[in-house]
């Protein structure tokens, strides 16, 4: 499985596969170094009922590392793996719920300390925090996500902000992403904040000047 990168420290790659009974099996393979993280995903074309197939990842010596069912609708998003070693990583599809058709799956890499989400966080009570770095009077903060389909919503904390502080929010991509993403900001109520000046609410950057200090 052919991995790229065209944002720093993630690199991805997708492939599809038919499974045509239940002697079938499908085994990609993709190369990782020690200390990568690892998001694992897949999904079967229309989301059908009964299509969720079985996923087994194995370290470069062989040995399983993970396994887990997609769920019913063939969704599958594994959680972070910690990677200890380098060389290539395979992964085994196999059958259930007798379903026999394509199926897609992506790795993605995380490296170099990339933080990356941990599910769920789609609502305001599970929301991963963000660590930040701070360079004079400004901070910032990165983290990776996935994004698996229409409805899905990923929350993150900000921490407490204080009255007079601005907030800049942005999002970059790989270049293969049809993704449109839109970036918001919510008080500790889920109340929205409003975007300076005019700002648009449904595009994938923000400028927010806090009025009142709290979490958000």
């Not at 009964?50 to 887990?68: E, F, V």
Request: aromatic share 10%; proline share 6%.
């Amino acid at each position: 499985l052919p991995l790229t990168s065209t944002q720093p420290d993630l690199h991805s790659g997708a492939g599809r596969g038919f499974l045509q009974n239940n002697s079938d099996h499908d085994f990609w393979s993709f190369e990782a170094q020690a200390g990568d993280k690892l998001i694992l995903a897949a999904e079967t074309p229309g989301n059908p009922a009964n299509s969720g197939l079985y996923y087994t990842l194995y370290n470069p010596a062989g040995t399983q590392l993970w396994a887990d069912y997609a769920a019913n609708n063939g969704v599958l998003q594994s959680p972070p793996l910690n990677l200890t070693t380098s060389g290539v990583f395979t992964v085994r599809i196999t059958y259930n719920h007798g379903y026999y058709a394509e199926h897609r799956i992506r790795v993605s890499l995380y490296r170099n300390g990339l933080p990356v989400e941990t599910e769920a966080n789609n609502s305001l009570a599970a929301a991963n925090p963000l660590a930040f770095t701070t360079n004079g009077n400004n901070r910032a903060a990165v983290i990776a996500g996935y994004t698996q389909l229409p409805s899905d919503l990923d929350y993150f904390n900000l921490g407490v902000i204080e009255a007079g502080q601005t907030v800049f929010l942005g999002t970059r991509q790989p270049a293969t992403s049809p993704l449109a993403p839109v970036v918001s900001l919510y008080n500790a109520a889920n109340i929205y904040q409003n975007e300076a000046g005019s700002g648009r609410p449904s595009d994938g950057v923000a400028e927010v000047q806090i009025e009142q200090t709290g979490t958000y």
